[in-house]
């Protein structure tokens, strides 16, 4: 089980999926709406996943996905795509303990900030993760 929330806690998530991916996103979408170099998200099915306290607020961060944050502190986090409706992905750092999802790549990598280097060794994407 994996748990999480917003910084000042109105919001709480689980999911009992087990993570099918994660990666840290350097896209200028993930960017903007979080205001840092890059986003580390991890993907479970959509019905493994449940809001268990508040209300997140959503928006559309283009025509195929939608975004969801806290209201109150700001904190970013899902992120869905019409494209993929099969996967959501949850911001990996709003978990209690992020330690436990670590990226497996970098993605969108061409569209990244070239001040955010990594030495972490993973793999570096310049667009979405290949299938
Ligand atoms: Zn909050
Ligand atoms: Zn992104």
């Known amino acids: 089980m994996l748990k999480g929330g917003c910084f ?39 019905e493994a996943f ?22 109150s502190c700001g904190t970013p986090l899902t992120f869905q795509s019409a494209r993929y409706a099969d996967e959501i992905d949850v911001t990996t750092c709003s978990l209690d303990d992020p330690e436990q999802v ?5 993605t969108w990598r061409a569209s990244g900030i070239s001040w955010m280097k990594s030495a972490d060794g993973l793999p570096f994407y310049p667009e979405k993760r290949p299938e």
Request: glycine content about 4%.
């Open 8 to 46: 000042c806690g109105a919001i709480r998530y689980e999911t009992d999926g087990e993570p099918t991916q994660a990666t840290a996103c350097h896209c200028s979408i993930c960017r903007r709406t979080s205001a840092a170099p890059l986003v580390a998200w991890f993907t479970v099915k959509p």
């Open 50 to 71: 449940r809001i268990v306290s508040g209300q997140p607020k959503r928006f559309r961060s283009s025509e195929h996905a939608t975004r969801t944050f806290c209201s």
């Open 102 to 106: 670590p990226p497996r790549s970098h």
